[in-house]
């Protein structure tokens, strides 16, 4: 728990004023394309039909919903984001939108997006995303972030019910395929931020949040990140054997694994003096592959449903 005040919820004296896109960035961006993303192809590879103006009008309350969680932990982060380099530019920390007005925002949108889902799709569908934001703000950002090293770990789950929401608007229900989707977005997590850690440290460090990197030192990072890797592996693989998989996930799935796996073995074995004369070139190697890695397995779902779509069976 912070210990501090985050900001003064208004704006400085002779601090400019919001800009449109601080609104935007308020939002998160990036991190709401991924929960787009794989809400959406939890969708389409869901089974039946959905008619296409409710599919996009869910995505919208989903991608809104990702939106309000981003607003709502910059509100909360705002202390930590000033003390580091990579976030202290955010609109909060940088004084130009006040910390009240995120708060605002994040809870407006927040309603806003379950009640709309609950009615253009279902009400499963809007507990899973109402449940997402209080999971990713309460119990990540409030509670878990800055009291464990563990933060990563089970704060990984609130990225990992996007698919899940989207399997819920097309079916109305969970099942063991969009357990699996959250599965792997849950374990692939851990080593994605954790070779990220492993290159920001001192930020990290500087904000006083208990990561890896901080609490157990690098060694222990690199085993950890073979560890999850070991496990993400089957968890992947799995997958290709459902009913959404099929010969293409399973041949795209088993090269990136492959490719993942030797790199996370390449991090391993590296002793710290090496990784810091280069830079941390293998740990930032990892850490961009990591994002192909989740990005091309969720393309290899699409492309198996595409496949089914066009009369060829999966299995």
């Known amino acids: 728990m912070r210990t501090q005040q985050i900001v003064d919820p208004t704006l400085a004296e002779g601090q400019p004023g919001p800009r449109a896109g601080d609104y935007i960035v308020l939002l998160k961006p990036r991190v709401m394309s991924l929960v787009v993303f794989t809400a959406l192809v939890g969708m389409l590879v869901a089974p039946g039909h959905l008619d296409p103006l409710r599919a996009a009008m869910a995505i919208a309350c989903i991608a809104v919903g990702g939106g309000a969680s981003g607003a709502l932990n910059m509100w909360w982060d705002a202390d930590i984001d000033a003390k580091m380099k990579r976030t202290a530019g955010r609109p909060i920390p940088a004084g130009r939108v006040a910390a009240r007005e995120a708060l605002a925002i994040g809870l407006a949108l927040s309603v806003l997006s379950v009640g709309l889902l609950a009615v253009v799709a279902n009400g499963i569908a809007a507990a899973l995303l109402a449940f997402t934001i209080f999971f990713y703000v309460v119990i990540y950002s409030i509670w878990l972030k800055r009291s464990t090293p563990q933060n ?164």
């Open 152 to 315: 990563i770990v089970i704060g990984g789950a609130a990225g990992a019910f996007p698919p899940m929401i989207g399997w819920a608007v097309a079916t109305g229900g969970v099942s063991l395929e969009s357990l699996l989707m959250f599965a792997l977005v849950f374990m692939w997590t851990p080593p994605h931020f954790w070779a990220l850690a492993l290159f920001v440290k001192s930020d990290y460090g500087r904000a006083g949040i208990p990561m890896l990197t901080e609490t157990h030192g690098r060694r222990v990072t690199r085993n950890h990140i073979l560890g999850y890797t070991l496990l993400l592996i089957p968890t992947s693989l799995s997958l290709g054997l459902t009913a959404i998989g099929g010969p293409v996930y399973l041949t795209v799935a088993a090269g990136l694994n492959l490719r993942f796996l030797a790199g996370a073995w390449r991090v391993f074995r590296r002793p710290e003096a090496a990784a810091e004369a280069d830079g941390q070139a293998a740990e930032k190697r990892l850490f961009r592959l990591s994002l192909s890695y989740l990005f091309l397995h969720f393309c290899a779902l699409l492309a198996e449903a595409a496949l089914h779509g066009a009369g060829l069976a999966r299995w």
